[in-house]
């Protein structure tokens, strides 16, 4: 059966998680990704070994970042691995890069390089700030660019406390998604016309979009969002968090000023039926402290599953507020294919991407099992005219590298 992308060859130049990820989302969509990294490996490889993140044996980070690819192990500072990167690109459709700017015109993949080999290419590319302005070749990370310098970091620290740390890659997957649309625009663009073009996306970018409703309010002059305590919250119908009697959390968003009566009636609180203090939207706000006190001490005296149950038994529109490990085994979530398994990986799943295509004779290609660093740099450079002689002496020479 036909996969929407079968037929389009990536060329990916890239470390870490953004746009390795971004190139997941195309392999997901069928497209063949040729990942070029040194013979070393991505260091994104060994991220599973980065103090402070979950620790395992089982390389989790290159489960995320590199599945469903081909690897090939190229020195990008030997002039015959340079060599064999342009004649890859000439067979290519998309060529993908994290490459800072500085790093594309010493190791000669610019657009401009690239673009003189295959007119036609797709040259998609991301970095941390843009491509233009004083920080435009600043390093940038989904910590520094994504979160800290668009906003995002500020609007998240609660009252009186310090900043939160990111979760580990959440800036990164994120702008991955808006890469692969950028990239599936440019092969629009291609059909259309049958020329190639260079498209791009920033970390920066990406977490202003992120932060756009706060951003745009600032744009017209708006004051910054009020910061509240999670027992200080305005509108407790509509955003309250409410801890329950076993330390767990719930968030209710009730929209509708009409369900109120929905949320009161799953708790049996007949003594707030005609309580003036909280019988209009009005009087709620007004009085928002004491209906959160209200709420929290009838939440507080239930376990989770019984609040849980009794929200979704009188229709009131919440949720729990999951670890991630109990994500991983959410009923719902399995039943979207949320998890699917990898093939060749004996029962380790992994995060489906999220783009999803529904259309007669098209699915998505099962997750295959990252290749190993070089696994097919022999097959490869082959198809290309290159003698296993030829590759022998480029290995030896310490330009590419063969499978361990």
Same mark, same amino acid.
């Given at each position: 059966?036909?996969?929407?992308?079968?037929?389009?060859?990536?060329?990916?130049?890239?470390?870490?998680?953004?746009?390795?990820?971004?190139?997941?989302?195309?392999?997901?969509?069928?497209?063949?990704?040729?990942?070029?990294?040194?013979?070393?490996?991505?260091?994104?490889?060994?991220?599973?070994?980065?103090?402070?993140?979950?620790?395992?044996?089982?390389?989790?980070?290159?489960?995320?970042?590199?599945?469903?690819?081909?690897?090939?192990?190229?020195?990008?500072?030997?002039?015959?691995?340079?060599?064999?990167?342009?004649?890859?690109?000439?067979?290519?459709?998309?060529?993908?890069?994290?490459?800072?700017?500085?790093?594309?015109?010493?190791?000669?993949?610019? *657009?401009?390089? #690239?673009?003189?080999? =295959? /007119?036609?290419?797709?040259?998609?590319?991301?970095?941390? +700030? &843009?491509?233009?302005?004083?920080?435009?070749?600043?390093?940038?990370?989904?910590?520094?660019?994504?979160?800290?310098?668009?906003?995002?970091?500020?609007?998240?620290?609660?009252?009186?406390?310090?900043?939160?740390?990111?979760?580990?890659?959440?800036?990164?997957?994120?702008?991955?998604?808006?890469?692969?649309?950028?990239?599936?625009?440019?092969?629009?663009?291609?059909?259309?016309?049958?020329?190639?073009?260079?498209?791009?996306?920033?970390?920066?970018?990406?977490?202003?979009?992120?932060?756009?409703?706060?951003?745009?309010?600032?744009?017209?002059?708006?004051?910054?969002?009020?910061?509240?305590?999670?027992?200080?919250?305005?509108?407790?119908?509509?955003?309250?968090?409410?801890?329950?009697?076993?330390?767990? *959390?719930?968030? #209710?968003?009730?929209? =509708? /000023?009409?369900?109120?009566?929905?949320?009161?009636?799953? +708790? &049996?609180?007949?003594?707030?039926?005609?309580?003036?203090?909280?019988?209009?939207?009005?009087?709620?706000?007004?009085?928002?402290?004491?209906?959160?006190?209200?709420?929290?001490?009838?939440?507080?005296?239930?376990?989770?599953?019984?609040?849980?149950?009794?929200?979704?038994?009188?229709?009131?529109?919440?949720?729990?507020?999951?670890?991630?490990?109990?994500?991983?085994?959410?009923?719902?979530?399995?039943?979207?294919?949320?998890?699917?398994?990898?093939?060749?990986?004996?029962?380790?799943?992994?995060?489906?991407?999220?783009?999803?295509?529904?259309?007669?004779?098209?699915?998505?290609?099962?997750?295959?099992?990252?290749?190993?660093?070089?696994?097919?740099?022999?097959?490869?450079?082959?198809?290309?005219?290159?003698?296993?002689?030829?590759?022998?002496?480029?290995?030896?020479?310490?330009?590419?590298?063969?499978?361990?």
């Amino acid at each position: 059966m036909p996969n929407i992308l079968e037929g389009i060859r990536v060329i990916e130049v890239a470390s870490m998680a953004a746009a390795p990820s971004a190139t997941v989302i195309l392999a997901d969509l069928g497209a063949e990704v040729i990942k070029i990294e040194p013979p070393s490996g991505d260091m994104w490889r060994y991220g599973h070994m980065t103090p402070g993140l979950p620790p395992t044996r089982i390389p989790w980070t290159t489960y995320i970042q590199n599945r469903s690819k081909k690897s090939v192990a190229l020195n990008l500072k030997a002039p015959e691995a340079q060599e064999a990167l342009n004649k890859l690109a000439a067979t290519a459709d998309v060529f993908l890069t994290n490459s800072p700017r500085k790093v594309q015109e010493a190791l000669n993949h610019t *657009y401009e390089d #690239i673009k003189a080999i =295959n /007119p036609k290419i797709v040259f998609a590319s991301i970095n941390g +700030f &843009g491509l233009e302005g004083p920080d435009k070749d600043a390093p940038g990370f989904d910590m520094t660019a994504w979160y800290a310098r668009t906003g995002l970091m500020e609007e998240l620290r609660p009252k009186d406390g310090d900043p939160v740390a990111l979760p580990v890659g959440v800036g990164d997957m994120g702008t991955a998604a808006t890469l692969a649309g950028a990239v599936m625009a440019g092969l629009f663009h291609r059909e259309r016309t049958g020329k190639g073009l260079e498209v791009s996306t920033s970390l920066m970018n990406n977490g202003l979009w992120a932060n756009g409703c706060m951003t745009q309010a600032a744009l017209v002059g708006a004051p910054p969002m009020q910061k509240f305590t999670r027992t200080g919250w305005p509108n407790p119908v509509t955003g309250g968090v409410f801890k329950t009697g076993d330390d767990r *959390y719930v968030i #209710i968003v009730e929209l =509708n /000023p009409d369900n109120i009566g929905n949320l009161r009636d799953a +708790f &049996g609180a007949d003594h707030l039926k005609g309580d003036e203090r909280f019988a209009t939207p009005q009087s709620r706000l007004k009085n928002h402290q004491a209906l959160f006190d209200e709420m929290q001490k009838i939440v507080g005296t239930h376990d989770l599953s019984v609040v849980a149950n009794r929200l979704r038994e009188f229709g009131v529109n919440f949720s729990v507020v999951q670890s991630t490990a109990e994500c991983t085994r959410d009923e719902h979530m399995i039943a979207n294919g949320c998890f699917p398994e990898v093939e060749g990986a004996d029962g380790i799943r992994t995060v489906d991407s999220p783009i999803h295509v529904q259309g007669e004779g098209i699915e998505k290609v099962k997750p295959r099992k990252p290749p190993g660093i070089g696994e097919h740099t022999l097959s490869e450079l082959t198809a290309l005219g290159y003698s296993e002689d030829d590759i022998k002496a480029m290995a030896e020479a310490k330009a590419v590298g063969l499978p361990r």
